[in-house]
């Protein structure tokens, strides 16, 4: 069974600071990782999904990385501001090499960022 | 481009009442949908998952059903709310191909009293 475990649970940190979130997956089998943001009482946006087969991926002042053999995937935020304050989550799926029409994700409980002026 | 509608936004309901959240998904065709409750202090749970008209897959036993009348409609109903059921419900949605995102709605805030 999968599990995802993001640390830390919070992170507070002054504006223009780069920093990185990680996360944890117990079962390496998978083809991609998915990380999202979520806004206070909002949905998730999705932020970038990192295949299996690539090392990084860049969307912006994100980068996100994969090790598979590790279980680690981290989330790079460049020069942070203010509006990158909310809770980041990241995501893996359920089942071992599910892709297709059995595919379903594991949530971690994410990291609380804020970032202060 | 494809859109997720959740309704209604928030919704507050007594113990023992009927509940009926939807979803649909445009500008796609034979989705995957997902109905996840996310409760406080917790991480997202998946509740069901449909891969097509009227395929359900339950994933915990509770007092929930879904049903998927159309090929983008998703709807979460109970018979009889419990305060437990009480939490934040979001609907998802995904396409078939191996790696591709899976995109949210903006939730449903179900406060049971």
């Known amino acids: 069974k999968q599990e995802v475990t993001q640390i830390p649970a919070a992170l507070s940190v002054p504006e223009g600071e780069n920093l990185v979130l990680n996360c944890s997956f117990t079962?390496?089998?998978?083809?991609?990782l998915q990380w999202f943001r979520q806004d206070p009482g909002k949905g998730l946006t999705s932020l970038l999904l990192?295949?299996?087969?690539?090392r990084e991926q860049t969307s912006g002042r994100l980068n996100a990385s994969l090790d598979k053999s590790s279980g680690r995937s981290t989330l790079y935020i460049a020069a942070s501001q203010p509006g990158d304050s909310a809770t980041y989550l990241c995501?893996?799926?359920?089942?071992?090499?599910?892709?297709?029409?059995?595919?379903?994700?594991?949530f971690g409980k994410g990291t609380l960022l804020t970032v202060n002026p | 481009s494809q859109t997720i509608h959740q309704w209604p936004a928030t919704l507050v309901q007594p113990v023992g009442s009927p509940l009926s959240l939807e979803c649909t998904v445009e500008?796609?065709?034979?989705?995957?949908l997902y109905w996840y409750r996310q409760a406080a202090g917790r991480g997202l749970q998946l509740l069901f998952y449909?891969?097509?008209?009227?395929?359900i897959s339950s994933e915990v036993p509770q007092n929930l059903s879904a049903s998927r009348p159309q090929d983008r409609q998703f709807i979460l109903s109970s018979k009889k709310l419990l305060l437990s059921d009480s939490g934040f419900y979001l609907c998802?949605?995904?396409?078939?191909?191996?790696?591709?995102?899976?995109?949210f709605g903006q939730g449903t805030r179900l406060t049971v009293v």
């Open positions: 998802a949605w995904r396409g078939r191909r191996v790696n591709t995102e899976a995109f």
């Open positions: 079962d390496s089998a998978i083809y991609n």
């Open positions: 990192i295949q299996s087969s690539q």
């Open positions: 995501a893996a799926p359920s089942s071992p090499n599910s892709g297709g029409s059995n595919y379903k994700l594991t």
């Open positions: 500008g796609t065709s034979n989705p995957n």
């Open positions: 449909s891969v097509g008209i009227g395929q």
